[in-house]
């Protein structure tokens, strides 16, 4: 809130007055400058590259075979002492980002895509070591040959004329981080709390932890974030999640196959908290399994 305060953003909570917001015309995605991205913009642009973005994500819809079994061979073959998030969190929601691409899971794939930073507003915002690490997971992407998935079908999309050469270049990254950064805050999340306080269903998992806290809209009165943390951490309206289906499903794998690992019992050490006033999530957490 302070951190919002000092940079002249409003805040508007409770849920009533956040749905409101999320649904009002008069509040913008769209800070203006033209952004090709689908988080940063509304109109027609926006429903075009969103449709195309939609279209992707339901290929996810239910999850592959191939995409569950990497997932639970991750969870499965985690060891008697692990960290949640670079051990369990990390691999599932990199295998879940590399399938929406339809790419190679790679480590320059994860390490490029988690230097954007924890902001997704990566070529508009202040943030110059996230914009460049964005800006050359762009080009890298716009190099790479993929197979069926996402960047195939962005790719064809715009030999379609559905998408400029600038939505083509752009919206690869913003897709792969919208489908990594929550995801991996909110499984590491929830594997803390079955670690600590056992089982809960996904959905209520992921309204109590909200790992998007807030989302920016731009008014007559000047920018204001809109928090989720009232039972709305997918947002609502015109830009509310289009993964949340394949969120909770991924969300469903990973936390079952965790609890199983978990049966015997645990003890978790050295919980170190993310900072970020938008993005709630760990940085990391040792589990040792009991024997
Ligand atoms: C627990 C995991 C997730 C959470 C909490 C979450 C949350 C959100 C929220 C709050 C927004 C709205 C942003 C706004 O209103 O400005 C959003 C947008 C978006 N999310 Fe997710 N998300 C998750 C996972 C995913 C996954 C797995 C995918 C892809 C498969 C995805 C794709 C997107 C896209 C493309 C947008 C932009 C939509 C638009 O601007 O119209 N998200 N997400």
Redesign the pocket.
């Known amino acids: 809130m302070e951190e919002f305060e000092k940079r002249g953003i409003g805040v508007v909570s409770g849920r009533d007055a956040c749905a409101r917001a999320?649904r009002s015309p008069d509040l913008t995605?769209d800070p203006g400058g033209g952004s090709p991205s689908?988080?940063l913009r509304d109109g027609d642009g926006?429903t075009r590259v969103?449709g195309v973005?939609r279209e992707i994500?339901a290929g996810?819809e239910p999850l592959p075979d191939a995409v569950v079994a990497s997932i639970e061979a991750a969870v499965g073959g985690l060891g008697s002492s692990f960290d949640l998030v670079r051990d369990f969190a990390r691999p599932v929601a990199g295998t879940?980002a590399s399938a929406?691409l339809g790419v190679g899971l790679d480590d320059g794939f994860l390490d490029r895509l988690e230097a954007t930073t924890a902001n997704l507003d990566v070529f508009g915002g202040t943030d110059r070591a996230g914009q460049a690490a964005a800006f050359r997971l762009a080009v890298q992407l716009s190099r790479t040959p993929a197979g069926p998935g996402g960047l195939t079908a962005l790719r064809e999309a715009h030999a379609a004329g559905r998408l400029d050469d600038d939505e083509l270049m752009f919206n690869p990254v913003?897709?792969a981080h919208?489908?990594y950064e929550?995801?991996l805050n909110?499984l590491a999340c929830a594997g803390l709390e079955l670690a600590t306080s056992g089982p809960r269903s996904v959905r209520e998992l992921?309204t109590a932890i909200c790992?998007?806290r807030y989302?920016l809209r731009f008014g007559p009165d000047g920018p204001v974030a809109v928090s989720?943390t009232d039972g709305l951490?997918?947002?609502l309206g015109?830009?509310?999640?289009?993964?949340?289906g394949?969120?909770l499903a991924?969300?469903e794998i990973a936390l079952t196959a965790l609890a199983k690992h978990l049966d015997s019992g645990c003890e978790v050490r050295k919980v170190r908290w993310k900072t970020h006033p938008v993005f709630h999530g760990l940085v990391s957490a040792q589990v040792v399994v009991s024997v």
Not at 238 to 244: K, L
Request: net charge positive; proline share 8%; glycine share 8%.
């Open positions: 999320l995605s689908v988080l926006h969103r973005l994500i996810l879940v929406v913003v897709l919208a489908a929550n995801s909110f992921v790992p998007a989302v989720l951490p997918f947002g015109r830009h509310a999640c289009p993964g949340s394949v969120a991924e969300g």
